[in-house]
């Protein structure tokens, strides 16, 4: 997945915007200001932290090399995908999905109805 195509994803979710606040080559995607995904360059390549299950965060860990503990994250509830080409681009949707609906999880139920009724 290029860096192009992994943005019109984020941006595809419901009321997302794309922020700088730590520098031009960190993407920061936030839904009612609240982060669930953030792109950057980490040994030469992309990685994609996104908000996971801890429980999911684990088994996804054993299967996939590229897919560790958050990079400067929380560990538990953060992973990192590196775009080592290992890592489906679908599996990288549903984890993309899956950190979104988390954050909007944690919202106000008026916040969760007006964004999912989009999703």
Same mark, same amino acid.
């Given at each position: &997945? @290029?860096? =192009?195509?992994? $943005?019109?994803?984020?941006?595809?979710? #419901?009321?997302?915007?794309?922020?700088? #606040?730590? +520098?031009?080559?960190?993407?920061?995607? @936030?839904? $009612?200001?609240?982060?669930?995904?953030?792109?950057?360059?980490?040994?030469? /390549? &992309?990685?994609?932290?996104?908000?996971?299950? !801890?429980? =999911?965060?684990?088994?996804?860990?054993?299967?996939? !090399?590229?897919?560790?503990? +958050?990079?400067? &994250?929380? @560990? @538990?509830?953060?992973?990192?995908?590196?775009?080592? +080409?290992?890592? !489906?681009?679908? =599996?990288?949707?549903?984890?993309?999905?899956?950190?979104?609906?988390l954050v909007?999880? $944690? &919202?106000?139920?008026?916040?969760q109805k007006?964004? /999912?009724?989009?999703?």
């Amino acid at each position: &997945m @290029k860096l =192009e195509e992994l $943005k019109k994803y984020l941006l595809s979710k #419901p009321e997302t915007v794309e922020t700088f #606040p730590f +520098g031009d080559d960190v993407h920061v995607f @936030k839904v $009612k200001n609240k982060m669930f995904a953030l792109i950057g360059q980490r040994n030469d /390549l &992309m990685m994609l932290n996104l908000k996971c299950d !801890p429980d =999911e965060a684990l088994a996804l860990r054993d299967i996939f !090399p590229a897919i560790t503990e +958050g990079y400067h &994250m929380d @560990k @538990k509830h953060w992973i990192s995908v590196y775009f080592d +080409g290992t890592v !489906p681009v679908g =599996e990288v949707q549903r984890l993309i999905d899956n950190s979104f609906l988390l954050v909007v999880g $944690k &919202m106000t139920k008026k916040y969760q109805k007006s964004l /999912l009724i989009h999703f």
